[in-house]
T-cell receptor, first 112, second 114 residues
Framework: QKEVEQNSGPLSVPEGAIASLNCTYS??????FFWYRQYSGKSPELIMSIYSNGDKEDGRFTAQLNKASQYVSLLIRDSQPSDSATYLC????????????FGQGTILTVHP | DVKVTQSSRYLVKRTGEKVFLECVQDMDHENMFWYRQDPGLGLRLIYF???????EKGDIPEGYSVSREKKERFSLILESASTNQTSMYLCASSAQRGGTDTQYFGPGTRLTVL
């Protein structure tokens, strides 16, 4: 079983819709959770970090964390074509030094 | 504003050459990381460092070494480049203090080994 798994893509949504990206992780001691966006040929950039159960909102983005279910998700409201990218879920386990484990990524396409 | 820079965006080397990839961060971060990213395989950790002169192997350290002589600089070394090391190499850094452990990435180096 992979340590961090993301829902298989690609995911295609129409402009203006809500895109839902999901991620599960296996290490119950995980402390920190991140969503990165990566455009083709570019490096990952942080969208959201979340550390405690519940929802965290930032503009059109909402991260949701459920530690009991070992589940983290990212919702993108009012999706735009510029949101088309690969979204990476990353989890910091119980170890030190800030080492992250990344999921394989979900490709999102927002079509006009 | 956070900044991680890498020495080259594109690099072409020949099999057997010794290759140096450099990464510099200006955020006074303790942790630095080297990843490679390949289609279908995601981001894989090669090595990381949590302090000057300290290093830890990641998931795929074979064929690579690293050096961290100064806090801001972390170098990845391919001792004898091989074609299977053709990849996108990404450097990242993060802080140990303050409860925030976000990793910030450099722009990446696309290495081609012929």
């Amino acid at each position: 079983q992979k340590e961090v798994e993301q829902n298989s893509g690609p995911l295609s949504v129409p402009e203006g819709a809500i895109a839902s990206l999901n991620c599960t992780y296996s290490d119950r001691g995980s402390q920190s959770f991140f969503w990165y966006r990566q455009y083709s040929g570019k490096s990952p950039e942080l969208i959201m970090s979340i550390y405690s159960n519940g929802d965290k909102e930032d503009g059109r983005f909402t991260a949701q964390l459920n530690k009991a279910s070992q589940y983290v998700s990212l919702l993108i409201r009012d999706s735009q074509p510029s949101d088309s990218a690969t979204y990476l879920c990353a989890v910091r386990g119980g170890t030190s030094y800030g080492k992250l484990t990344f999921g394989q990524g979900t490709i999102l396409t927002v079509h006009p | 504003d956070v900044k991680v820079t890498q020495s080259s965006r594109y690099l072409v080397k020949r099999t057997g050459e010794k290759v140096f990839l450099e990464c510099v961060q200006d955020m006074d971060h303790e942790n630095m990381f080297w990843y490679r990213q390949d289609p279908g395989l995601g981001l894989r950790l090669i090595y990381f460092s949590y302090d000057v002169k300290m290093k830890e192997k990641g998931d795929i350290p074979e064929g690579y070494s690293v050096s961290r002589e100064k806090k801001e600089r972390f170098s990845l070394i391919l001792e004898s480049a091989s074609t299977n090391q053709t990849s996108m190499y990404l450097c990242a850094s993060s802080a140990q203090r303050g409860g925030t452990d976000t990793q910030y990435f450099g722009p990446g180096t696309r290495l081609t080994v012929l």
